[in-house]
């Protein structure tokens, strides 16, 4: 078996999990009692720990020398954390479960993507086709879920999960052992650079506004499969909903070089807000099945635009020795800290407008519009930073 099918094999069984997870785990949250103020704390509070916890197992696994290693621990003990929601009770409890999950899954991704990337660097692996898989398995697990919700109570969902992190550990089995000498890190050298270009007025305008347009999806993380069902969609019809926003984030990926090399990172991030504008306003009105689909499909822009973006931005923005820092500032800022808080905040607002706590989505993507209009009046495309490394 080849190192690329040993690697889509991870990919799919991550997504196979992400795929239940990301639309399903509040119909089952609701299942249990919680409220909405309490849903969002418990999804919201699982963001803030990306922030630290995933930086910290993919450096143990540097040092180790053997991320497969890392790995394992990371998907054994996501699958131990999972079992306990089969009879776990109360929301204190839950939130308890729901953080160490989360603690241990999400890092199982940055160290996979430094596995794909070392191999597309040296041996000339076909990155988009191994990553694409995940996406595959991920259509297929929320079609899936929805279809299994139709006739079983809400506490499948619980089931599910087990079995994809089950299937999850055999595959992070399948790679291959590493044995990669661990570098020294200079650390005083790497906080001045992540300090260097941490506090520069573009970097910091542009990350705000594209974080902000990955936040505009808190309430469809949050609450978009609670909306539906109140709206009367069935749990099948919510599983294709949100397979319809994977399948055009397929697309857009698969054909993102052209259309990075034409568009650039700035316009890339304007189309987003305009499309994030435009989906969010509708999907308040609660309009009619086939307009929703349509809505859905604009998915491929207010994320994938929005982080296809991001990406070029600090391809060009940041020089190769802070690229590492800079893509690390942004991934904790858009996935953690500014995700987390406005997931928090969210709650109690769906609480009071139901589906209409879109229209705050809105607003929040036209603040982030207003960040890239700035961005691209004072950002020529080049670097922010210098080249060189500034000698002490």
Known sequence: MSFAVRLATVYGTMFLFT???LPFFPVWLKSRGLDA?????????????????????AAVADR????????????WGSLASAVLFLGVEGFGLILLVALVLNA??????????TMAMRARIEQGMNYGRVRLWGSITFIGASAGAGWLLEWNPPSIIAVCLVAALALNV??????????????PVPHRRA??????????PIFIVFVLAASLTQATHAVYYAFGSLAWQIQGYS??????????????????FYVSGPVMARLGAVRLLMLAGVAAILRWTVTALSPPLAILFLMQALHGLTFGAAHLGAVQFVAQAAPPRLAATAQSLYAAMASGVIMGLVTISIGPVYQALGAHAYFVMTGVAVVAL???????????????????????
């Open 104 to 113: 241990v899954f999400p890092a199982i991704g940055p160290i996979v993507e």
């Open 235 to 252: 749990d099948v019809v919510i599983g294709l909903l949100w397979a319809t926003g994977v399948v055009a984030e397929i697309v857009l």
């Open 37 to 57: 103020t309490e849903i969002s704390l418990v999804v919201a509070l699982s963001l803030f720990l990306r922030i630290v916890v995933g930086p910290f197992f």
């Open 19 to 21: 795929g239940i997870y």
């Open 170 to 183: 055999a595959g992070v089995w399948l790679l291959p052992r590493e044995t990669v000498r661990p570098a």
């Open 191 to 200: 906080f001045a650079g992540a300090l260097q270009i941490a506090r520069h």
């Open 64 to 75: 180790l020398g053997d991320r497969r290693r890392v790995m394992v621990w990371l998907a």
């Open 370 to 392: 207003a960040g890239t209009v700035i961005v691209a009046l004072r950002w020529q495309g080049g670097l922010i930073v210098p080249e060189e490394e500034e000698e002490k």
